[in-house]
């Protein structure tokens, strides 16, 4: 993701074709939504615990695709981007669902343990780090602007890149709470994807 960064850059100045960001960002995000959503309407084990963290998944990307999408003011995404992101939103969408309903296997007392509350909760916490710094960022801007401003307030006081760090903190609990290889391999993904993108803008 970090070069992929770097190469939307240089696409931006190539003129590549690009796509108006509210759009971008929504089609880029909705397959993680629709996928887990086509799986879990699909016939197969929905027990509680199951529909709760396949529930904390796709209530994650449907802020992404739906509210944040609507809210974005960032500049247009290149396509070549766009295409990528529906690539890998959709193989892990698919991979975490299909974990979840498929290859699972929970105990009768498992809702009770103290590591889905704590993860859950980390995921909560990550989420609403995340929501409330791109509420920071999107106030930097006016309509139309694309010029970067150091934001403040929130964990902004803390942590440079207080949006990478919700998601990541979000993920990391997901990753707690579900305690499976497909969710820890997606917690670690976004740390080396947004965390050197973290350190870049921090730069």
Same mark, same amino acid.
């Given at each position: 993701?970090?070069?992929?960064?770097?190469?939307?850059?240089?696409?931006?100045?190539?003129?590549?074709r690009c796509?108006?960001a509210?759009?971008?960002?929504f089609?880029?995000?909705v397959?993680?939504?629709l996928?887990?959503l /086509?799986?879990?309407?699909?016939?197969?084990? @929905?027990g @509680?615990?199951?529909?709760l963290?396949?529930?904390?998944?796709?209530l994650?990307y449907?802020?992404?695709?739906?509210i944040?999408a609507?809210? @974005?003011?960032a500049?247009p995404?290149p396509?070549?981007i766009i295409?990528?992101?529906?690539?890998f939103c959709?193989?892990?969408g698919f991979?975490q669902g299909h974990?979840? /309903?498929?290859?699972a296997?929970?105990?009768? @007392?498992w809702?009770?343990?103290a590591?889905?509350?704590?993860?859950?909760?980390?995921?909560?916490?990550?989420?609403?780090?995340?929501?409330?710094?791109?509420?920071i /960022?999107?106030g930097?801007?006016? *309509?139309?602007e694309?010029?970067?401003?150091?934001?403040?307030?929130?964990?902004?006081?803390?942590v440079?890149?207080?949006?990478?760090?919700g998601?990541?903190v979000e993920?990391?609990?997901?990753?707690?709470?579900?305690?499976?290889l497909?969710?820890?391999?997606?917690?670690?993904?976004t740390?080396?994807?947004i965390? *050197?993108r973290?350190?870049?803008h921090?730069?």
């Open positions: 993701m970090f070069s992929a960064h770097l190469k939307a850059k240089s696409v931006f100045s190539d003129g590549a796509c108006p509210r759009l971008g960002w089609l880029q995000e397959p993680a939504l996928v887990p /086509l799986l879990l309407l699909l016939p197969g084990e @929905t @509680t615990g199951r529909r963290l396949i529930g904390t998944f796709m994650h449907f802020h992404r695709s739906i944040y609507f809210l @974005t003011r500049r995404i396509l070549i295409v990528c992101a529906v690539i959709s193989l892990n991979l974990f979840l /309903l498929h290859c296997r929970f105990e009768d @007392t809702l009770t343990r590591r889905l509350t704590a993860g859950v909760a980390v995921f909560a916490l990550g989420m609403i780090v995340n929501i409330h710094s791109d509420s /960022l999107r930097l801007r006016k *309509p139309g694309v010029v970067y401003r150091v934001p403040h307030g929130g964990m902004f006081e803390f440079s890149g207080a949006n990478y760090f998601e990541i993920w990391c609990g997901y990753a707690v709470a579900v305690w499976s497909p969710a820890f391999a997606f917690a670690f993904f740390i080396c994807s965390g *050197p973290a350190c870049m921090h730069r």
